[in-house]
Structures are given as structure tokens and as C-alpha cells.
């Protein structure tokens, strides 16, 4: 967004009373989707690979394949989902009917997750898996296009700095569920493990259900529009002027190749942990819980330094965090607690990646299309976590799991490339009068 763009936001604002400053109490209970999300997909990302390894004994190439397939199911769904919300209109608003259904149904077919695992039935695993990863996919881009729908352009960084908190917090749950439940010998019963978070999932939606009244914070956020996004919305018939749409495909590319990266390592974290660093049982999870916390400690400030600096600045500098760390992580044979060091490190770069990319989507988005933009962030992303699990996969089960983090290493800094070639989607946030405007918290 060009900067005549934020002042004319800042504008209309004052002039009908309104001050530009982040609702953080509505941003917490919209990021409470979010948070049941994610703790949904940290248990995914770390139990299912166990039990294809230990259960139904398949190898690492195919595994990555199964592991995939939510991404597939993401590549077409996600677009297709965050447009549809962006067309549908209820009395509880376009993006909720999609949370409530979706959750409905991924917490009834994850709880037969564990089932057919005891059961040691793969037909009945990969059906309600299925059926668990076709639920989560009706949502997801809903939930997140929630954030930008009821924020102003110019917060949305600070805004994605919550929401991505949230979801990091789920993650730990997850994390910490798994550290205490999973035992270092014999065969899990994962039941317990999904059933609990499948409760967890269920209360967050509820809670945001109840607080967030979506029809109304929506057209309280109309005021924030300028008169060309106004008219837009009636004409919807603007195109995206060629430098910006250079820079838009150039941040779908960083985007495919930094979660390229990324995402061999979290899928590919919890065998690696085991079969080559040595640790038994569960305690993979204190290692990924080290990561998630430092996350979450950098996420708030990651979007307070973006305001000082800039989205794509901050973003850079992530991609350099995280290529350093991939690339010492690789010397490690044995664990060290020196590992865990690196791993804060991780969580501080994929922080500045992560709070900042989405807003520098949607940012090129105009209001009626959030939903679809939404969808092409998550396209990228989920290209890229279709493809790395089965290519990383492949490495690991012919070459040898010393490949993980050269692996990531190459990828992040082909991300560093494309992204440096990024000209739009950042903004200057408003610095506030007084240090207690960070504090308001009013509806």
C-alpha cells in the first residue's frame, strides 16, 4: 500500500472520530481460530509420521507422499474456500458459517485417527484422514481472512503478530500434550493425545463464536476504506498495475520457497530426532516446543520492528536468521543442547518471516477479494509443502537423514533471491501519540 494511501486511512478516521490503533482484545478472540488450527496441524505434522513409520511400516519417500496429501487438498481448496467466503453473506457473517462447519467436522473424523491406528487398519486411516484434512481445508483460509476483514490496512502486521502468536500458543499445546502422553517405549495409544485437542479446538471456536459478532465489526471497518476501494467494490473490475503484479508473483515465490524450506524440517523433525539424533520416544517435542516458544516471543515484536523498518526488511532479515541457523543445525550428529540453541534462533527468523508476508499479500488485495488473496498466499504455501515432503523424503530415506538441514539451507536462501526483488506490499504503520494508545483494548 502506498503511503498516501495509509495517510488517506488515517484520515477518514479522524474525521469520523475513529483513531488508527490495533483492537487488541478483538484480535486475540479472532486469533483463537487460528490457535485450534494449529494445534490441530502440530499434532498432524508430528503423530502422523510416527504412526505411518511404526504402524503400517512405510517408507520415508511415500510417507512424505501421504503427508502431502493435506497440501494437495489445500491447493485447490484454500482459493477455492477463501473466495466463496469472500461472496457469502449470513447473519452471522461470510467467514463464520465456514469456521463452525469445518471445525464440526475435523474434530468428529480426527478423534477415529487414533482409532485406526489400535486398529492397525490402513483403510480406516486413510478415510478418516481424508475426511479429517477435507474439514480442515473448508476453513482455513476463512479463519484467517477473518484478521484483515475487521483490521485497517496499516495495523495488519501488529494485527498477524497476535494472530500469529495464537496459533504458536497451539502449537505449544499441542507440543506439551505430546512430551507428557507419548512414552519413549512401546506402541502409543494416540487416543487421549487427539481427543484432548480435539476438545481444545472446540472450545477456542466457541469462545470466538461468542465474543466476535463478524456483520457488525465488519461495517464498522467500512469507514477505513478509501473512495477507490469503495468504488471497487461496486465495480470490481480494477487490475493490478504490472510493477505490483511483478511483486506480488515474486512474494508467491518466496513464499513457495522459504516454506520449501520450513516445512522439510518440521515434517521431517520428528524421525530426524530420532533415527539420527538419537533421542527417544516423545522428546523430539521439547526441542519443537523451544522453537514454537521463541516464536511466540518474537512474534509481537516482529510486527512492531516491521513499523520501524519495514515488512520486507524484517522478512529479509528471518530468511538470514534461518539460513544461518539450517546450515549449523547440519553439523550436529548427535544431539547437543547447543541444538536447541539454534532452534530459538529458528523460531526468531520464521517470526519475522511469518507476521510479515501475509499482510504484504493482502495488502495488494482489495477489500471484496481478501478472502482471495487469502487463498493465493495459502497457494503458494501449500504448493511448496506438497512438493518438499516428497523430495526431502526421498533424500532422507536414499541418501541419508544428514540431508535435512543442507536441504533447508539451499532452499531458504533462494527465498532470500526472489524475495529481495520485492518492491510493494509494505507499509509504515502509525506511531502512537502516547505508549498507552498500545494498551487500548475498547470494542
Do not use: C
Request: hydrophobic share 55%; aromatic share 12%; no cysteine.
Amino acid at each position: 500500500m502506498e503511503k498516501k494511501d495509509t495517510d488517506t486511512i488515517i484520515r477518514m478516521g479522524k474525521e469520523r472520530g475513529l483513531s488508527v490503533k490495533l483492537n487488541y482484545r478483538r484480535t486475540f478472540f479472532i486469533g483463537l481460530a487460528f490457535m485450534s488450527i494449529s494445534a490441530f496441524w502440530q499434532l498432524y505434522d508430528s503423530i502422523v509420521p510416527l504412526i505411518l513409520k511404526h504402524t503400517f511400516e512405510i517408507g520415508d519417500t511415500l510417507a512424505g507422499g501421504i503427508m502431502a496429501v493435506d497440501n494437495v487438498l489445500a491447493l485447490f481448496m484454500l482459493p477455492l474456500f477463501g473466495a466463496l467466503s469472500d461472496r457469502v453473506s449470513t447473519g452471522i457473517g461470510k467467514r463464520m458459517p465456514f469456521i463452525l462447519g469445518g471445525t464440526a467436522v475435523a474434530v468428529l473424523a480426527m478423534i477415529l485417527v487414533p482409532v485406526a491406528d489400535n486398529l492397525v487398519s490402513l483403510p480406516l486411516f486413510v478415510a478418516v484422514l481424508f475426511v479429517t484434512l477435507i474439514a480442515m481445508s473448508t476453513y482455513r483460509s476463512p479463519a484467517v481472512a477473518l484478521m484483515p476483514d475487521v483490521t485497517p490496512k496499516p495495523l495488519r502486521s501488529q494485527a498477524n503478530g497476535i494472530i500469529n502468536l495464537m496459533g504458536a500458543l497451539g502449537a505449544v499445546f499441542s507440543l506439551a500434550l505430546i512430551s507428557f502422553l507419548v512414552p519413549e517405549a512401546g506402541k502409543p495409544d494416540y487416543l487421549v493425545l487427539f481427543a484432548i485437542v480435539a476438545a481444545f479446538m472446540v472450545f477456542a471456536v466457541a469462545i470466538l463464536f461468542s465474543t466476535i459478532r463478524e456483520n457488525r465489526i465488519a461495517k464498522e471497518m467500512a469507514v477505513f476504506e478509501t473512495p477507490e476501494e469503495a468504488q471497487e467494490e461496486v465495480g470490481r473490475s480494477s487490475k493490478m498495475d504490472p510493477a505490483v503484479k511483478r511483486s506480488f508473483f515474486l512474494i508467491l515465490a518466496s513464499i513457495f520457497f522459504w516454506f520449501f524450506s520450513y516445512n522439510a524440517v518440521t515434517t521431517a523433525f520428528s524421525k530426524y530426532v530420532q533415527s539420527h539424533l538419537g533421542v527417544a520416544g516423545g522428546g523430539f517435542a521439547s526441542s519443537l516446543m523451544i522453537a514454537t516458544v521463541a516464536a511466540v516471543i518474537a512474534f509481537i515484536p516482529a510486527g512492531m520492528i516491521a513499523s520501524k523498518i519495514g515488512r520486507r526488511r524484517t522478512i529479509l532479515s528471518g530468511i538470514v536468521v534461518l539460513a544461518v541457523s539450517f546450515a549449523l543445525a547440519s553439523l550436529f550428529t548427535t544431539f547437543s543442547p547447543l541444538l536447541n540453541v539454534l532452534l530459538v534462533f529458528v523460531g526468531f527468523g520464521w517470526a519475522a518471516i511469518n507476521v510479515n508476508s501475509y499482510p504484504m499479500v493482502v495488502e495488494m488485495a482489495k477489500g471484496s477479494d481478501i478472502g482471495k488473496y487469502t487463498g493465493y498466499y495459502y497457494t503458494a504455501s501449500m504448493s511448496a509443502q506438497i512438493l518438499t515432503p516428497v523430495l526431502s523424503g526421498f533424500f532422507l530415506e536414499y541418501v541419508g537423514y544428514g540431508t535435512l538441514f543442507p536441504y533447508a539451507t539451499v532452499f531458504m536462501i533462494i527465498a532470500f533471491l526472489t524475495m529481495s526483488q520485492v518492491k510493494h506490499g509494505d507499509s509504515k504503520l502509525i506511531t502512537p501519540k502516547s505508549k498507552l494508545e498500545l494498551l487500548d483494548v475498547e470494542d
